[in-house]
Nanobody
Framework: QVQLVETGGGLVQAGGSLRLSCAASGRTFSSSAMGWFRQAPGKEREFVAAINWSGGRTYYADSVKGRFTISRDNAKNTVYLQMTSLKPEDTALYYC?????????????????????WGQGTQVTVSS
């Protein structure tokens, strides 16, 4: 089973950038879809971005499209989330998630239930 550890969170001013990393252990990373979700205090966990097993397809929430970029390096068992033009409303705990064995283009990458392994989260705080 894949295990996930997120790093790269922190405090940044509005308009700034951060890059989150998610290191995965286990032998199934390269055949897993990967996603980033976030949860702000008092709100439900929401989809941010996802990438298919090969890196050939990416998916984004409308709120981050054009500002965030998801990528993966299967040789390093790592998925990244490059965040630019950050806004105070991006403040949240960011979670990495893995959908082991999910390789279909018809999977629902936006749905939390598609993912079966979650990291512990990394805090992103954007000050105004």
């Amino acid at each position: 089973q894949v295990q996930l550890v997120e790093t790269g969170g922190g405090l940044v001013q509005a308009g700034g950038s951060l890059r989150l990393s998610c290191a995965a252990s286990g032998r199934t990373f390269s055949s897993s879809a990967m996603g980033w979700f976030r949860q702000a205090p008092g709100k439900e966990r929401e989809f941010v971005a996802a990438i298919n097993w090969s890196g050939g397809r990416t998916y984004y929430a409308d709120s981050v499209k054009g500002r965030f970029t998801i990528s993966r390096d299967n040789a390093k068992n790592t998925v990244y989330l490059q965040m630019t033009s950050l806004k105070p409303e991006d403040t949240a705990l960011y979670y990495c998630a893995a959908a082991e064995g999910v390789t279909s283009d018809f999977a629902n990458y936006y749905y939390t239930g598609t993912y079966d392994t979650w990291g512990q989260g990394t805090q992103v705080t954007v000050s105004s």
